[in-house]
């Protein structure tokens, strides 16, 4: 079969383009280490979330220094905690979030950064992330999820480190159980 | 049948597209007098199943019907059998029809405002599951239908090349058949026992997967019809004729290979899936693109050469030669332009990693606009033009209107698509009918937010405009009468270099099917596994119907 010249040499532009973003992706997962939404989070009861270790006071934990770990249930309407009160972080931290949800599919987007994933009943997300300055963000359920989704968001607060304390009495550093230590060891 | 195919496709064209206006006008605050905030995804709904499921299914049945019939220069070998798929297809748009309009109101116990992707564990009423069901069956039947006139025509032509539009419409239906199994089994085994009541629950993220394993090749579905256009029709409107019909075939064969091991790139946010697994379907996607580009190539040659043959010259001066008061010309060059926008965005959503800034906000629909709702539904709204005064014998009315039309639609788009594009990247979720929240706002990097919303309304607004002067127009000519001086010239030029040059084992159609096949066990083998390895139900979920939210909500 007779290949033109010109097609010849946009075959060759074309493999090439791919070939190059391709290896711009590889080399953003493996350089700067983006890593991806994956597994690592585990399965999960969706139907009894109530009897979770975790999940059943979803919050944040502090689990090292400027290291902490944040459970939350995503449900119809709300994000517990979120939407009736902001998660509050401190700046210059390393956050994990694990992402439950209690019923249905739900999504989990923070404005402005690339945090973003599913919540998917029976699946928990696990996305690892790095606040550095003070600043308000918004959160929004991106996933149609019935009849009042577009009511479905909440806020996260990053505020100086000087101002951050967690709240509530059991869950603090005390509650770095062994499970929370196994949960990390799994890191992306 | 061919024009009762259209006319089907047109009504949903017309009434998703009253949707798609609706939609527009809402979630941009402009006017929220139509529905209340809840029933917007009653309309969403409606928009999505009758645009991407109903209208171009129907418009396809009828574009191939004609493909493979006027190709072959045979009779469709049963013509029970395309009364048979019409029938069900149409009995399936009607079920569907009902259960999300019924969501509208209290009248009818029904619902189904559970969008086009019908994510378990909300729940529709059964009717729409067995709906959207009979619609794909209907299309198998088309399929083998189409297979079946070609088997007869080879049986009197046992050494002759497959004519080039039957060669495209046999191998997009080999993609369609294997497209379609994931959905198949999500629907059949899971969903419609499942909303019946007689299983309790679903794995919500294995009936997700077995979605998207249809949803991405799906796009496919709808893009090959209209490359068949491009390829075949295109450069004759503009005075030539194709560049290559082997480099043709091999970009067919390529989609029919490539198209269906990605769906995971749907899906690159989902927890519960391997990193690894998400990196290979993005790998294939990246090679996707090669067919794309190669027509990109073949395509502007041929249109090219056209233009030449008509006097144009200079580097960019045979633009000027172009036929551009011919809708079915301006339509199709303008949707294969606004598809090349498409392109781009699309290759950033294939990316992994940039698929975190865009996953699941207005950027999306911006994409796909350009792509199914222009690349797709603008070349079959101009191809109508040039094809329904042949089918029907009528000549087409109201002709300075259908001149217009593409353009009118080229201006919609340009402001509505590029608009969400932009606020996608500001972080402007998708699908939802009031984005705007309490204790934060989108901010963009370039231009407000508010004058993205007004672009997408005012966009919005001239597309459904648009639309309108095409149902005219379509209108005018069913009603002309027969007859008269038709003002298309039917006959398809042979390409430059024909089918004789190729490799002869393009048209080994078994050949290829085995080796999509293939890849799609390599692809969807193992993720498949470890997702069942679970159990097949497990971890479930028990249905939820959309509306017990509004209750509470
Ligand atoms: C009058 C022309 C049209 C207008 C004004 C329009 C408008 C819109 C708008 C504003 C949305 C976003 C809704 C949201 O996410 O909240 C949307 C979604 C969508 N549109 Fe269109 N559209 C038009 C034509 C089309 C065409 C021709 C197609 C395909 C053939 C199409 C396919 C879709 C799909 C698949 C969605 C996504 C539905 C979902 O997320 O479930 N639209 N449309
Ligand atoms: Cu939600
Ligand atoms: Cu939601």
Known sequence: MEIHRFEKAWLGFALLLIVGLIATITYGAVGPGVAMISDSGGTIDSSALGEHEQFSDPGVRQVGENEYDVYVVAQQFIFRPGTNEPITLPADSTVTFHVASADVIHGFSITGTNVNTMAIPGQVSKITVEFDDPQTYGLVCHEYCGAAHHEMAGTIEVVPQSEFSIEGTDSGVADLTDEDADADGGEN | ?553
């Open chain 2, 1 to 553: 049948m061919v024009r009762y195919c259209f006319a089907v496709a047109f009504l949903a064209l017309g009434a998703g597209g009253l949707f798609g206006v609706i939609q527009a006008l809402h979630r941009t605050g402009i006017y929220r007098g139509f529905i209340a905030n809840q029933d917007y995804y009653t309309i969403l709904t409606g928009h999505g199943v009758l645009l991407v499921l109903v209208f171009t299914t129907f418009f396809i049945a009828g574009l191939f019907l004609w493909a493979v019939t006027d190709s072959l220069d045979t009779p469709v070998a049963s013509e029970w059998t395309t009364k048979l798929w019409f029938r069900l297809m149409l009995l399936g748009t009607l079920l569907a029809g009902t259960a999300i309009l019924g969501g509208l109101t209290d009248l009818v116990p029904v619902s189904a405002d559970v969008l086009f992707t019908f994510y378990a564990p909300l729940a529709a009423h059964p009717i729409f599951y067995i709906g959207a069901a009979l619609i794909i069956v209907g299309s198998w039947v088309a399929g083998i239908n189409y297979f079946r006139t070609f088997f007869s025509w080879r049986q009197d032509n046992a050494d002759a090349r497959i004519p080039l539009r039957t060669f495209m419409v046999l191998v997009t239906m080999l993609m369609w058949f294997i497209a379609t199994m994931g959905v198949a089994v999500e629907v059949v085994f899971f969903l419609i026992p499942w909303s019946l009541g007689l299983i309790s629950q679903v794995d919500p993220l294995l009936t997700r997967t077995l979605f998207w394993f249809f949803g991405h090749p799906v796009v496919y579905f709808w893009l090959m019809p209209a490359y068949l256009v491009w390829y075949t029709i295109l450069p004759k409107l503009a005075g030539g004729r194709l560049f290559s019909d082997g480099l043709a075939r091999i970009v067919f064969v390529l989609f029919l290979l490539l198209s269906t091991p990605v769906g995971f790139h749907h899906q690159y946010v989902d927890p519960g899936i391997p990193e690894g697994f998400k990196f290979v379907a993005m790998t294939n996607t990246m090679f996707l693109l090669l067919p794309s580009l190669l027509t990109a190539f073949t395509v502007v040659a041929s249109i090219e050469h056209g233009a030449r043959q008509r006097g144009g010259t200079g580097l960019l001066g045979w633009l000027k030669a172009l036929p551009w008061d011919n809708p079915a010309f301006s339509a199709s060059a303008l949707a294969g332009l606004m598809f090349a926008a498409g392109g781009f965005s699309g290759m950033i959503n294939a990316g992994m990693n940039i698929n975190y800034l865009v996953h699941n906000t207005l950027w999306v629909p911006g994409h796909f606009h350009l792509t199914v709702g222009t690349a797709a539904a603008l070349t079959f709204m101009g191809i109508s033009y040039w094809l329904v005064p042949q089918v029907t014998g009528r000549p087409l009315g109201l002709r300075s209107w259908a001149s217009a039309q593409p353009f009118v639609w080229f201006i919609g788009m340009v402001l509505m698509s590029n608009a969400m594009h932009r606020a996608g990247l500001a972080g402007v979720p998708r699908r939802t009918a009031v984005p705007q929240y309490e204790g934060f706002e989108y901010v963009s990097a370039y231009g407000s937010y508010a004058e993205m919303r007004i672009q997408i309304a005012l966009g919005g607004v001239l597309l459904f405009v648009s639309l309108l002067m095409f149902l005219a127009v379509m209108w005018d000519t069913y009603m002309n009468p027969k007859g008269g001086r038709l003002t298309v010239n039917s006959e398809l030029p042979a390409a430059l270099s024909g089918p004789e040059a190729s490799p002869k084992v393009l048209d080994n159609l078994w050949l290829w099917a085995g080796i999509a096949v293939l890849l799609v066990v390599l692809a969807y083998g193992l993720p498949l596994a470890s997702l069942v390895g679970d159990g097949l139900f497990d971890p479930g979920s028990a249905p939820v119907p959309a509306w017990l939210a509004g209750l509470l909500g």
